[in-house]
């Protein structure tokens, strides 16, 4: 009375599976506080942080970058993340600028010496749904009015501060906004 062909539900399975993995990895994006360059970084330009995710084919992922108007400053921190950080690149790197990834991917230390020209990291995240990023300009831990996230250029409340990937709001089952706010991160060893 019933008939059915196993490669043909076999066939059906996996595209519904398809479709389901996509659905899923497409409802899922970083919190918009954080997507585009922010308008107003430029070299020499407002000195500070500038934190920025995109999702450009050819510029995914994010980008952290340090410019000065005037002074040189030695810019330095650490991001974690639930996740793994792959990707890792210095921008525009020079003698004093570093970068490491420890703690199995979880982890990026890094110093910048910056002028008035630009450096900067750029990264990406594998899963995970959080990263968290502590700060540090000359040795203290800087004022949030100098770190500029996202194309609106807003200021997290604090620093340290996270982002969180969040369910993205251009889709109608999604949940509202996503958050940039202040945690209590483990403190960076030697910090």
């Known amino acids: 009375m019933f008939s ?54 050819n510029n995914t992922g994010f980008h952290l970058r340090t410019t000065d108007s005037a002074r040189v400053y030695k810019y330095s921190g650490t991001l974690y993340t639930n996740g793994q950080f792959d990707n890792v690149e210095l921008i525009r790197a020079e003698k004093d600028d570093r970068v490491a990834v420890v703690d199995a991917g979880h982890e990026i230390k890094y110093q910048l010496v910056t002028a008035e020209g630009i450096d900067g990291i750029d990264f990406t995240v594998g899963g995970g749904s959080r990263v968290v990023l502590w700060l540090d300009r000359d040795g203290h831990r800087i004022d949030p009015a100098d770190i500029f996230l996202g194309e609106d250029g807003g200021h997290p409340a604090h620093d340290p501060f996270s982002i969180h990937r969040t369910r993205d709001t251009a889709h109608p089952w999604a949940s509202k906004g996503g958050t940039v706010e202040a945690t209590a991160a483990p403190t960076p060893a030697g910090g």
Do not use: C, K, N
């Open 4 to 57: 059915f062909s196993l490669p043909r539900i076999s066939v059906a399975a996996v595209s519904a599976l398809a479709g389901v993995t996509m659905l899923g990895g497409a409802a899922f994006a970083w919190s918009g506080h954080v997507e585009g360059q922010p308008a107003s970084f430029q070299a020499g330009g407002t000195d500070g942080y500038y934190f920025w995710h995109t999702d450009a084919a």
